[in-house]
Antibody, heavy 116, light 111 residues
Framework: QLQLQESGPGLVRPSETLSLTCTVS????????WNWFRQPPGKGLEWIGD???????NYNPSLKSRVSISVDTSKSQFSLKLNSVTAADTAVYYC??????????WGRGTLVTVSS | EIVLTQSPGTLSLSPGERVTLSCRAS???????LAWYQQKPGQSPRLLVY???SRATGIPDRFSGSGSGTDFTLTISRLEPEDFAVYYC????????????FGQGTKLEIK
């Protein structure tokens, strides 16, 4: 059964780069779009962007200037980088699989706090 | 950008009751691109309905989705204790900007 697991630092300093990895296990990362979301504490969900297994990407325009998503099919991983972070970037970050313009499989999420 | 507005914000209900949650889009969207999720505290979202009315794998038939154009609903025919959670609708915009957006959520709480 395919599973997703986020990993990365739980604390990032302001102005630095947030880096997270999502590992796909129990299935192939080839095919499908792979996505990143975030959810500030007590708030709703925001789509950050996606990556196809071929490496093509799409980003939310609200974050596009600071975001980069990449895929490493050899490791069955895809990654998120968000630069110049501020306290407003504090959130639980989720990775998920897109099946048909909706998201059927999600990681458990990882809390990233931006603080000095 | 298409904005989804969910109502009400919070509902206080009892197990066994029937509930209908509303999701209204700021412009017409394709029913194929409307989904509903359930999220419990400390958990990731769980897909309930996609394509406005198709239940996801393993979702009980007490959950049903309907709607078209700008108005969509999720109905739970008979609330079970495990259904008390936050529910989000989500859409994909097939015109620029091509992004996914969510409603702000409706919280179902036990009365």
């Amino acid at each position: 059964q395919l599973q997703l697991q986020e990993s990365g630092p739980g604390l990032v300093r302001p102005s630095e780069t947030l880096s997270l990895t999502c590992t796909v296990s129990g299935g192939s990362i080839s095919t499908y779009y792979w996505n990143w979301f975030r959810q500030p504490p007590g708030k709703g969900l925001e789509w950050i962007g996606d990556v196809y297994y071929s490496g093509s990407t799409n980003y939310n325009p609200s974050l596009k200037s600071r975001v980069s998503i990449s895929v490493d099919t050899s490791k069955s991983q895809f990654s998120l980088k968000l630069n110049s972070v501020t306290a407003a970037d504090t959130a639980v970050y989720y990775c998920a699989r897109e099946l048909g313009r909706y998201f059927d499989l999600w990681g458990r999420g990882t809390l990233v706090t931006v603080s000095s | 950008e298409i904005v989804l507005t969910q109502s009400p914000g919070t509902l206080s209900l009892s197990p066994g009751e029937r509930v209908t949650l509303s999701c209204r889009a700021s412009q017409i969207i394709s029913s194929a691109y409307l989904a509903w999720y359930q999220q419990k505290p400390g958990q990731s979202p769980r897909l309930l309905v996609y394509g406005a009315s198709s239940r996801a794998t393993g979702i009980p038939d007490r959950f049903s989705g309907s709607g078209s154009g700008t108005d969509f609903t999720l109905t739970i025919s008979r609330l079970e204790p495990e259904d008390f959670a936050v529910y989000y609708c989500q859409q994909y915009g097939d015109s620029p900007p091509f992004i996914y957006t969510f409603g702000q959520g409706t919280k179902l709480e036990i009365k």
